[in-house]
């Protein structure tokens, strides 16, 4: 009887100790003060012997503000600034996270040339493939503090990011530093902003030429010489794209009159609509805008192309490496409606079966420069502009930027001043140049485009000779080695014409949901599934069934009756 | 004092078995019945990308509910998820039991290193890590040439343009699909209860039938298949369960685009893509859920009935 | 087992019935080699094409480097995906293990009050839909979440064992009552008389003999971490193979070979361990499967 009396007391006292085990470490985790023990600091401030600063105001000078801003760090304890990095994006473009990386030893050089004992410290470098997925994870985890300090994506995002509160927003700080964005493009700028106020500074851009075959031109009889001054005229319409892919195949030049890119992650056909003089966004009402008569033209188009067999039906589901690129390389088709990185991809990845020695290849700079003339996108018809479309990606800041730092709640101002300055000199002329050349993106800024034209910068270059550090150095050098010619910077130069014309996807909440819409309906008439005018109306039906995005669209125009083409 | 204190602990006593249960009545308690009920909660409020400071406490009485079943009536894509969940469940399920059931009985008439080879080949669609599952079959399915069933049927002269079965082939095509990936996995588990039953069965009646000159079919139908009777229910019932529930080993597929969205999403799917992907809307996600969660507790409640599961519960073996 | 003894057929049947099983075995066996195979090609062998396969080790090389792409790309440190991925399997695993063996002798062996209702009970969370509860778990995850940064790391890695593994612990519980079902109470008997307290009787006695039970559960619990993906990808912080496979497909720029070694090299522990306990978890999951 004894015995079970001891065992109980055993239990009982069992229970209680991991009771209060189980107590006390929760009580840990959550009482833990946040900030460290105090660091030992080890030059007295000689400045007011009262409260630290928690803020500074910035001038518009960046080495004097980032002093200031170190300064003012260390005489709050802080010896140490860690931030992490999210971007997204093909393999060349590691820029976006290497460029963050090169302005922190750019910044700690500087803090140490004026005796500032602080450094910045780039705690993770995140950098994947697909930029929707890393918003998606972006918005899932920055409530809890789990998102990178910088966050560089597509301007699309912004306005979403911005709603809830999850980028900072840097109109403020900006303002100050009204020279470096007088030397943005202006369009550009306005892409970063949501209801007037800017979240971002542009990183990159892009446009969306269309591509011709030389070769296969040279076949069919299409004469390449200023046919991109006659598309800026709109002298070259889609009518005549229409008609020269036809004679490309009847003729047997190709296989294919017109590929073009895919899914709806890349809604950039909608350029179709802007070439037939339609809009997508309304800003006075702040609503996406369905232009049935430019969708009609659009999808008819597309519908076209696909009946005749000179675009592929089931375009929408091919496959990137195995048949859209390796199509285009091997001139397998007349005209692609492609972007400005494809240049530099070709020359990269191996989407070539050289015919003589049938090995798998990357492009020469040369042989890119031979096969591919381009331009602008052709008006959709007589009357009409030709356009290009964009999608910049930009510098974000987490409105939560330096959490991971001691004292967060008390210098979170200085921190976020920090992280714009962090910004700022990411848009330093060189890391904008060597961004563009090695990825094939635009420049953002006057600056960097002249830069570009700078052959001995440009050779510099090409030997690692320039002013990086080690790290971003070694991540770059067998890009650099294999895109850093001057063939492809005068590519570049080339479209630089392009940004005039260019448009941007809004950057409205409900407008990706939209976009995925316009995608399924391009594959239903592509397929012969739907005619266009069913598929418009399948887009109003899709929209008209969330009440929620329904609320925030205006659908104009009508379906024209008796419009033809080509 | 201490006398009071060890009756105290003597009543405790009694509730010693709270020592070893109380891991598992937390665990419970904090990752099945709280959801639940927070997930009641949030489909009352407008609840989206996250943002509970913004909107959890705010509350739109049905708004959600009545969202949803908006959606169904006006939007042909979520009226697809339903037909889709139906006939994904009902097709899978046929195939999960007589898969098993082939399998089970098949590996029984033949030779013992070449079923066990079999039994645990069959196991690798549940134990591989879905994520190489699922790239597995994106190739396998691809709607062009280079995907693998598309070659083999262009060499073997049966089509003569790649098919794209998971996005056009509307419905059955991305239907076929994930039943085919689902059924790949929920076989096994079939396969595995009723060799359990067959091993159960006493080897004497089989014998003595093969004596008789039975074959292997007259076999299973007379005397295997009857005596696993409350198997083929258990799995049966058990699979219809897990079908209802299931989304993991589909959720690549469509994201990757192998397949419609429509119509290769389930219900259960549809929950997490609308909470953690694409519009990010959780008060909406967690209406269609709470629905699927009374559906789901009611056919759960009727098949722990039917199986008779409280009748099995015997006394425990030993208690002072 | 097998009726050799009594065969009065032909070969010919056991062949027709091995040959039908192997047909239905292809599309699976055909999936997982041309995955492996890709890994040493150049390009994906997808197809039967001879001319896609071009041996190359450049996949593994550039796999273990931690580069994603064959040119450019950021290096990752494949050694902490790899880790993190290893460290939720185990962590499942244990938590599986050690809360099926505490419960699942409880509910065995001691009559408490409401002990059939509680059995009912796991049995009936088989039918709560995952997807709505994640959604559940996921709102305490973000009320719970520490403020102090140096602790969420932890945490998400904490969190997300215990979540995963609170799936696995119905049927671990069931799995080990099972198996403590099977040992003769006298041996238990026996060690309560002589004044060992339940723990210890748990601990000493009745644990080394449900070893295979255990052993079954671990395994599962193993595998169940290592294969996830939609709980990592919801509430990890950290990449694991399962996440980062899912973050670099079918964007424009994966080079798919690369995807083919990670993912083959994924796919092994499964592999191994199906091959060295191929009997254990047959015996345990058929012994386990108790009326």
């Known amino acids: ?566 | ?320 | 087992m097998s009726l050799k003894d009594v065969e009065v057929r032909g070969r010919k049947i056991e062949a027709v019935l091995l040959l039908a099983i192997i047909l239905a075995s292809t599309p699976l066996i055909i999936g997982f080699s041309l995955l492996t195979l890709s890994s040493f090609s150049k390009h994906m062998v997808t197809n039967f094409d001879p001319n896609s396969f071009k041996f190359t080790l450049i996949n593994w090389v550039r796999f273990l480097e931690g580069r994603m792409a064959i040119t450019g790309g950021v290096r990752i440190s494949v050694i902490n995906i790899i880790l993190n991925t290893l460290i939720v399997a185990l962590g499942v695993a244990f938590v599986t293990t050690l809360i099926g063996t505490l419960a699942g002798y409880a509910i065995s062996r001691m009559n408490f009050r409401y002990r059939k209702q509680l059995l009912l009970l796991l049995l009936l969370l088989h039918a709560f839909p995952g997807s709505v509860l994640i959604v559940g778990v996921y709102l305490i995850y973000i009320v719970t979440m520490p403020s102090n940064p140096e602790f969420i790391r932890y945490y998400s890695l904490f969190y997300v064992v215990i979540a995963r593994a609170a799936l696995e612990v119905p049927m671990a519980i069931w799995l080990m009552k099972g198996f403590f079902d099977l040992v003769p109470w006298e041996i238990e008997w026996a060690a309560i008389v002589d004044g060992a307290s339940r723990i210890k009787v748990w601990w000493k006695v009745m644990l080394p003999l449900v070893k295979p039970g255990i052993a079954a559960i671990m395994l599962f619990g193993f595998l169940a971490g290592w294969q996830d993906l939609i709980y990592v990808r919801t509430f990890l912080q950290e990449r694991t193979l399962a996440t980062f496979i899912e973050a670099n497909l079918e964007a424009e720029y994966s080079h798919m070979p690369l995807l083919a070694a990670v993912a083959t090299f994924y796919l092994l522990p499964t592999i191994v361990f199906f091959v060295t306990s191929q009997k254990l978890l047959l015996k345990v999951t058929l012994a386990g499967v108790k009326r």
């Open chain 1, 1 to 566: 009887m004894t015995g079970r009396y001891r065992a109980v007391s055993k239990y009982a006292v069992a229970i209680i100790v991991v009771v209060i085990i189980i107590v006390a470490i929760i009580a840990a985790v959550y009482m833990m003060p946040k900030e460290e023990a105090a660091t030992p600091t080890t030059t007295s401030p000689t400045t007011t012997p009262t409260t630290p600063p928690k803020a500074i105001e910035l001038t518009g000078d960046f080495e004097k503000d980032v002093v200031e801003v170190g300064k003012a760090l260390e005489a709050n304890g802080i010896s140490e600034v860690k931030y992490s990095v999210w971007g997204a994006g093909d393999p060349n473009s590691v820029m976006r996270v290497y460029g963050i990386v090169e302005v922190a030893e750019r910044i700690n050089k500087i803090w140490e040339e004026n005796g500032v004992n602080v450094r910045i410290t780039i705690t993770d470098k995140k950098y994947d493939a697909d930029f929707k997925a890393q918003y998606e994870e972006y918005l899932s985890k920055q409530p809890l503090g789990q998102a990178g300090d910088f966050f560089v994506n597509s301007y699309v995002f912004i306005s979403v990011l911005a709603k809830e509160g999850y980028i900072l927003d840097i109109t403020d700080y900006a303002n100050k530093y009204s020279s470096l964005l007088e030397d943005f493009y202006s369009t550009l700028l306005d892409a970063m902003k949501y209801k007037g106020r800017m979240y971002g500074l542009p990183q990159d851009t892009e446009a969306r030429p269309l591509y011709i075959r030389k070769d296969v031109a040279g076949c069919t009889g299409l004469d390449l010489s200023n046919l991109d001054e006659k598309v800026k005229n709109g002298e070259f319409t889609w009518s005549d794209v229409y008609n020269w892919a036809k004679q490309a195949k009847d003729k047997g030049c190709a296989e294919w009159g017109l590929v073009h890119r895919k899914g709806s992650a890349h809604p950039d056909l909608v350029q179709f609509i802007y070439a037939f003089g339609g809009e997508l966004y309304d800003p006075d009402e702040d609503k996406v805008v369905i232009d049935k008569e430019a969708i009609y033209k659009w999808l008819y188009v597309e519908w076209k192309f696909a009946r005749d067999g000179l675009l592929p039906e089931d375009i929408m589901a091919w496959d990137w490496a195995k048949q859209i690129h390796p199509t285009i390389v091997s001139g397998n088709t007349l005209f692609d409606i492609g972007g400005t990185w494809y240049w530099t991809e070709w020359q990269t990845k191996e989407y070539y079966t050289d015919p003589e020695t049938n090995e798998t290849r990357g492009l020469k700079p040369e042989e890119v420069k031979e096969w591919f003339y381009y331009t602008l996108f052709p008006a959709g018809e007589s009357g009409k502009q030709p356009v290009t479309l964009s999608q910049p990606f930009a510098w974000m800041i987490n409105s939560k930027a330096g959490q991971q730092n001691p004292k967060y709640d008390d210098l979170k101002e200085l921190y976020h001043e920090l992280a714009f300055l962090v910004i700022v000199k990411a848009s330093d002329p060189d890391i904008n140049a060597i961004h563009s050349i090695i990825s094939s993106h635009l420049p953002v800024r006057k600056a960097a485009a002249n830069l570009l034209k700078n052959s001995t910068w440009l050779d510099k270059l090409k030997n690692l000779e320039i002013d990086l550090c080690d790290e971003v150095k070694n991540a770059i050098k067998d890009i650099v080695e294999a895109t850093v010619h001057s063939i492809n910077a005068e590519f570049l130069a080339n479209v630089g014409y392009m940004l005039e014309y260019t448009k941007f996807a809004p950057s409205h909440p409900v407008y990706p949901k939209v976009a995925e819409f316009f995608a399924e309906a391009v594959d239903k008439v592509l397929r012969g599934e739907m005619d266009p005018e069913q598929a418009v109306n399948y887009i109003i039906d899709k929209v008209n069934a969330d009440p929620e995005i329904k609320a925030e669209v205006k659908i104009v125009g009508e379906i024209p009756s008796g419009w033809s083409f080509p």
């Open chain 2, 1 to 320: 004092m201490l006398y009071k204190l060890n009756n105290f602990f003597h009543k405790l006593y009694r509730f010693e078995a709270l020592f070893f249960l109380i891991p598992a009545l937390i665990i419970v308690f904090l990752f099945f019945i709280l959801p639940v009920i927070l997930s009641v909660y949030i489909s009352f409020t407008p609840l989206k990308n996250w943002n509970i400071g913004k909107y959890l406490g705010e509350i739109v009485g049905f708004n959600n509910y009545y969202r949803f079943f908006y959606m169904i009536q006006h939007d042909p894509g979520t009226r697809s998820v339903f037909l889709t969940t139906i006939v994904f469940i009902a097709v899978t399920l046929t195939i999960n039991v007589l898969g098993g059931l082939f399998l089970a009985l098949a590996t029984f008439f033949v030779y013992e290193k070449a079923s066990a080879f079999i039994r645990t080949l069959w196991l690798l669609p549940r134990m591989a890590p879905i994520a190489v599952y699922s790239l597995v079959w994106y190739y396998f399915f691809h709607a062009s040439r280079i995907g693998t069933l598309n070659s083999i049927l262009l060499s073997i002269g049966l089509i003569d343009k790649p098919i794209d079965i998971g996005q056009k082939i509307i419905p059955w095509g991305p239907w076929s699909i994930i039943i085919f990936v689902n059924g790949l996995v929920g076989v096994s588990f079939g396969m595995i209860v009723f060799t359990s039953a067959i091993n159960n069965i006493p080897k004497e009646l089989v014998i003595a039938a093969r004596v008789d000159g039975a074959t292997n079919w007259q076999i299973s139908r007379r005397i295997l298949i009857p005596l696993m009777k409350w198997h083929i229910l258990y799995v049966t019932t058990w699979q219809l369960l897990s079908l209802l529930t299931t989304y993991a080993h589909i959720f690549l597929l469509v994201k990757w685009n192998l397949v419609h969205r429509d119509y290769g999403t389930t219900w259960s799917l549809y929950i997490y893509n609308a909470a953690f992907t694409g519009t990010f809307d959780q008060g909406l996600a967690a209406a269609a859920g709470v629905i699927l969660v009374v559906i789901g507790g009611v056919l759960g409640w009727i098949t722990l009935k039917i199986l008779g599961f409280d009748r099995m519960i015997t006394r425990p073996r030993g208690d002072i």
